[in-house]
Nanobody
């Protein structure tokens, strides 16, 4: 599956952004999808994930209550709505697809995901 992220940009602290990830290739809703982020000099960090089968959703602790993951099967697209942004949310954000079809379990480690987008930069100014 091929993934293309969009929607990144520069925003002031407290603001909002919505990231999109358009998927093509294999049947979109077979695979759990996730968002990760990576800041310079830091490891890739889990942000959120969704499993279409079983409707499982998970969030990383730093974003709980502020970010929301969702998807539109008709558009083969998942979204990450980011509210109340903080400077520490500054990072490159990556969309990823778990390659286990029909899995009901959402994974929080990058190693579980087999396809990745090119990333979109989010910068939050203080």
């Amino acid at each position: 599956v091929q993934l293309v992220e969009s929607g990144g940009g520069v925003v002031q602290a407290g603001g909002s952004l919505r990231l999109s990830c358009a998927a093509s290739g294999r049947t979109f809703n077979r695979f759990p999808m996730g968002w990760f982020r990576q800041a310079p000099g830091k490891e890739r960090e889990f942000v959120a994930a969704i499993s279409w089968i079983g409707s499982s959703i998970a969030y990383g602790d730093p974003v709980k209550g502020r970010f929301t993951i969702s998807g539109d099967n008709a558009k083969n697209t998942i979204y990450l709505q980011m509210n109340s942004l903080k400077p520490e949310d500054t990072a490159a954000y990556y969309c990823a697809a778990d390659m286990r079809p029909y899995s009901t379990v959402v994974q929080t480690v990058p190693e579980a995901y087999g396809s990745w987008g090119q990333g979109t930069q989010v910068t939050v100014s203080s």
